[in-house]
């Protein structure tokens, strides 16, 4: 997790816009990514690009230092991942991607081995989550938002939010405690 | 806030605990797992976003520059376009540069010369037997013989009087050279006197004496009449030979003459 963006670093980057877009882009878009792979959006990475096309032009009207930089950003990715799903719902069989043509993998490598844990018994215990369940624990663990920004983004109140979070975990419990059982 | 692994730890950490799963390993682990989400490496930016990263730095730094510069660029564009502009009116105005020059000088000079000469002799035809002696005279001339020239003058006529076998055409052609001088125009015969007589005199006369210029030059103002009538006729080597021997004669006597009627001046 690189987070070297502090409010000292966005002010002093105030007006030098390309060094500021840099910075914002390598800042987030790995949390981004992350959060809108956990969501399972079809395009990951696209939807990356197309959630920093939207959030740089328009980094002079946020307030709020990197706080609310981080809440912009999420909130436009949320946006983008609900929209996305709903393309995907509209037309839910696309089945174009084929893995021996995707030149992604061998760059992927690395964070495979280092998620080599993580990814497919996240993704799959993540599949059992309600969508409001998964969409509150990807935020606040990935996108590290508090309650209150979380609660702002789905347009819940903190104590659903809080809520949410709760039976999400102990959703969570049960099916990892199926799987340690069933595995071993 | 800064978000780093701690923080995450912290965050999971308090979500187990609201949750009342504060002892279930396993959760944790998975939530950690599941924040490792964001440690994905940033995607390489696509045409679109790449453009919009590099491209904003460009175009300000480049408007902030000419912000910065403007009085200058526009004051140098006007002096670069006033410098081109008289540069052009300056090379393209024909009689202002060029009448300095040397070609416009010859120009000027050209019409001139071939006027005058046309013009001058037709009118002054027995002036411009005698025109060319003084021309030649400043230049070959020492100074002692330019005082002296009224006493060659009344001399010539001796030597051709005590020597005609050696000199009888300069006595004999003496009273024809303003006939065809005034007929055949003078140009000719000013202009060949000069050419022929110093360079033929001037080797046989120089190792005599540093004086000959003078005497040889001196039957010139009668000789430019004869002169092109030989000229004009036959420009042989015999004749030529001939004369140049009838002048030395005609220099020694002058000098014996001239030591007989002054002893006591020195001669160079």
């Not at chain 1, 690395?110 to 990807?138: I, K, N, S």
């Not at chain 2, 540069?87 to 024909?94: I, L, N």
């Not at chain 2, 006529?157 to 000199?167: I, L, Y």
């Not at chain 2, 007589?197 to 030059?217: E, H």
Request: negative net charge.
């Amino acid at each position: 997790m690189t987070d070297a963006l502090t409010d000292e670093a966005l002010r002093a980057l105030q007006g030098n816009n390309a060094e500021l877009f840099s910075a914002v882009y390598q800042a987030y878009a790995g949390q981004v990514l992350g959060y809108l792979t956990a969501k399972g959006v079809p395009d990951p990475e696209a939807t990356t690009q197309d959630v920093f096309l939207a959030v740089l032009p328009r980094l002079d009207e946020i307030d709020g230092g990197v706080n609310g930089l981080r809440t912009f950003i999420f909130s436009v990715a949320h946006a983008r991942m609900v929209d996305e799903h709903r393309k995907e719902s509209r037309a839910p069989d696309q089945h174009e991607f084929e893995p021996e043509r995707d030149a992604r993998e061998s760059s992927s490598a690395e964070a495979e081995a280092m998620l080599r844990l993580a990814p497919y018994e996240v993704m799959a215990l993540l599949e059992h989550l309600g969508e409001d369940q998964r969409e509150v624990l990807t935020l606040r663990i990935v996108a590290g938002l508090t309650v209150e920004q979380v609660a702002g983004i789905m347009g819940k109140t903190a104590g659903a939010v809080k809520q949410l979070q709760r039976r999400a975990l102990i959703a969570l419990r049960e099916h990892s405690a199926v799987k340690e059982y069933v595995s071993p | 806030m800064t978000f780093k692994d701690l923080d995450r730890e912290r965050v999971v950490d308090e979500l187990l605990l609201d949750a009342g799963l504060s002892d279930a390993s396993d959760v944790r682990h998975t939530l950690l797992a599941m924040g490792h989400l964001a440690d994905a490496a940033a995607p390489a930016p696509g045409p679109e976003l790449f453009a919009m990263l590099a491209g904003p730095h460009d175009e300000v730094s480049k408007r902030r520059w000419r912000h910065k510069h403007r009085t200058a660029v526009v004051s140098v564009a006007v002096v670069a376009a006033m410098g081109l502009g008289a540069s052009g009116v300056a090379a393209s105005s024909s009689g202002f540069t060029r009448s300095p020059s040397f070609e416009g000088l010859l120009d000027s000079f050209a019409p001139h010369r071939a006027a005058a000469a046309p013009v001058l002799p037709v009118p002054d035809a027995p002036k411009v037997s005698t025109v060319p002696a003084p021309s030649v005279d400043p230049a070959a001339i020492p100074q002692p013989f330019q005082t002296v020239p009224s006493v060659p003058v009344a001399v010539v006529p001796v030597p051709a009087q005590q020597v005609p076998a050696a000199s009888p055409q300069p006595a004999q052609q003496t009273p024809a050279p303003t006939a065809p001088a005034a007929a055949s125009g003078v140009v000719p015969a000013a202009t060949n006197p000069p050419a022929t007589l110093p360079a033929k005199a001037a080797p046989g006369v120089i190792p005599a004496a540093p004086t000959t210029p003078a005497p040889l030059l001196q039957p010139a103002p009668s000789g430019p009449g004869s002169r092109p009538g030989n000229a004009l006729s036959a420009l042989s080597e015999k004749q030529a030979l001939a004369q140049l021997k009838a002048a030395e004669e005609k220099l020694k006597q002058w000098r014996k003459q001239v030591e007989r009627q002054d002893p006591g001046q020195p001669r160079p």
